[in-house]
């Protein structure tokens, strides 16, 4: 029989800006209010019957949340108040050996999770996935996924795993309705019966949409070529035809998991790409690099460190093509304007951003994956996830994390986390000082904002109930200087 677990949680959060810290209401969903405010949020759902071949699941997850507003918000919508009420979860699922389907509205399956308690949400700036972080709301879709197969006549030490869906955005966007596609694809390796290591892909494609009937069609042979990579056909636009159809884009994971006497340890190297010379580790050293180790034994007072570093200041370099010498216009085809005239190095990979698809990687005004990439309107306090946001003003950053967790008087649990980063904002539009798209690199001095943000959060659990409760903190030049905090109740029922 499936398990079924209920459970309400209402909980309100203040701060001293009025704007709640990053950590209050980053990397939760999309739910929480951007403001000043109380949220929420009744769950319902049933797990796998691992006992059986043929198994099901469904899930109900719904919110609502009041914020306050800010003046932005208010210039933003004419009201500065605002409630809302939201789907976050939806779903069926069903699931024979190695295969399960995902229908509805459901959240993606993140990593790191302190102390063993997902409702303190990863310890991870990125869930352990650069892009799925779980910093923004659900989408409507399906996924097909594949657990881990081993490769026959490899002894089990390969396996193949994966994932396969579609979904559609909702928010108020630059183009509105657009689809997305998304594919996993990964083998792991069993080096000794102790360490495996990972590698793979997570590619996403946005296309379609309301605004781009007439250049891009819903057709079975623009979808194929979005699965494919492919150029556009000669009715898709001529950035589609030069480069590949829609935003394509994703992460690359290199992964070491060893097994210990009672703990375990992981080192990632998660690479963002936004075309074909990030696919070639041309933008290396950029990425997301994690160094976690956890025990097994949940209640100790520390049973988890996580450490990250992260870079994305190369992008493939300061420059994406040059003039062709004479000597290379010799060998090409002079029909071909674009590249007869421009020899394409591959520099300025701009994560989350695209001309055509111009809200980028982000979905009600939150960022999909990273959420140390700042949506448009951060620095000047006039983000609101209200209103339409054109897709990051920060992909160029150096940031070290910090986050430890577990259990206080192992009973209680805690996650802390503290993290510092420098913040250059776009190649063309730097935060500060003079910018260095097109120019040699290192050439320019370039100055970051420095940003500072904390949170330490945790739960008191009683029988049913458990107290939430959460302290969070900004200081530095990218965010306002503000401390905040919030709690709230749990009730959970199961059987």
Known sequence: MNDFVLSLLLTGAAASGGALPFWATTNQWGLMPENDGALALVQARTQYDETKDFQWRWGVSLAANYDTGTAAAEAATGKAADYNLMADELYASVKWKYFSLDAGLRRFDLDFYGAGT???????????????????????????????IPVPFTNKHMWLYGSFGDFKTLDNRCVPGALIHRTKMFAKFRITDRL???????????WAGETMKESMPVTFDNYFRVITGQHASSTGSQSDQINVIGDQGGGELLRLDYRGNGWKASLLHDIPYADGSGMGFQNFPDGVNTLWFGFDDKDRWI???????QYSRWQSGSMHDRPTTEEEREKLDPSDQYHYWKHIIGGGDDYFNNGEYRSGWTYYGHT???????????????WTGRQMVLGVENNRIRAHHFSLAGKLFKVAPYKLMLTYSQNYGLYWSPYVGEKAWNKEWGTVKETALNQFSAALMGEYPWKCLALTWGLYADYGDLLPHNVGASLGVRYTLSR
């Open 118 to 148: 997902p409702s303190l949400g990863s310890m991870s700036t990125t869930g352990g996935h650069i892009i799925f972080s779980g910093n923004s709301r659900t989408m409507p879709g399906y996924l097909l996924n594949v657990d881990p």
């Open 368 to 382: 999909i994956g990273n959420p140390l990439f700042s949506p448009n309107g951060t620095h000047n306090q006039t």
């Open 303 to 309: 049973s988890d460190v996580l450490y990250e570093f």
């Open 196 to 206: 495996d290591f990972h590698w793979g892909l997570d590619h996403y494609a946005m």
